[in-house]
């Protein structure tokens, strides 16, 4: 992946197909933008409201850099938004940026999530903010199903190879319940195996 803007490596909105030149925003606008997915997101939808405030809105970076992130990510140990965080603030302003992102994500939720707690706990405990937080937890979920379903479509995109090796993981864990740790450490070298197989230099002639 490579990356334009200010001419250093690993800054910059990405060159992905769609994204559109736009000038590498600065520290204050990553942690202010950050600060607002936290602040505006719940649970399993984090990730997908920050494809949509990153790739959609501010077109920051292309889809495909933003779910090769995300898929990098996911893999590695740690909460999966904290990660993605981090990588798009490097992927934009390189370690500054990185520690911008992180910041952003953590500090104001973690501000309003003290607060709430202190001020609202009797309230918490009442059968009806449960129901409510139930209907919250659908809409996060289907914000996490659309960027799935869009991941998804660019691995079937790409032949049998990457869509075999979908298949396969998501029926490890949704079908056969395996331990999530001993998957990816089985499907994550196929999955790289396949891809530098793929990026192999063609043979002349």
Request: hydrophobic share 55%; proline share 7%.
């Amino acid at each position: 992946m490579s990356a334009v803007g200010s001419g250093t490596p690993g800054t910059g909105p990405g060159t992905d197909p769609g994204a559109a030149a736009v000038p590498p925003p600065g520290c204050g606008e990553i942690f202010l933008a950050f600060g607002k997915v936290g602040l505006t997101s719940f649970g399993g939808g984090l990730s997908g409201w920050m494809m949509r405030e990153f790739v959609q809105r501010r077109h920051w970076l292309g889809e495909g850099e933003f779910l090769d992130g995300l898929s990098l990510c996911q893999a590695l140990p740690g909460v999966n938004v904290v990660n993605l965080s981090l990588w798009i603030g490097y992927r934009l302003r390189g370690g500054p940026g990185a520690l911008a992102g992180a910041l952003g994500m953590i500090l104001p939720a973690l501000v309003l999530a003290l607060a709430t707690t202190a001020l609202a706990g009797p309230l918490l405990a009442r059968q009806g903010v449960h129901w409510a937080m139930a209907g919250v937890a659908a809409a996060a979920l289907g914000l996490s199903l659309q960027m799935g379903l869009r991941a998804a479509r660019r691995v079937v995109a790409r032949g049998v190879a990457p869509a075999a090796i979908l298949a396969a993981t998501f029926l490890a864990i949704f079908w056969l319940r395996l331990p999530l740790l001993w998957v990816v450490l089985a499907m994550a070298p196929l999955g790289i195996a396949q891809a530098a197989w793929a990026l192999r230099p063609a043979r002349p002639g």
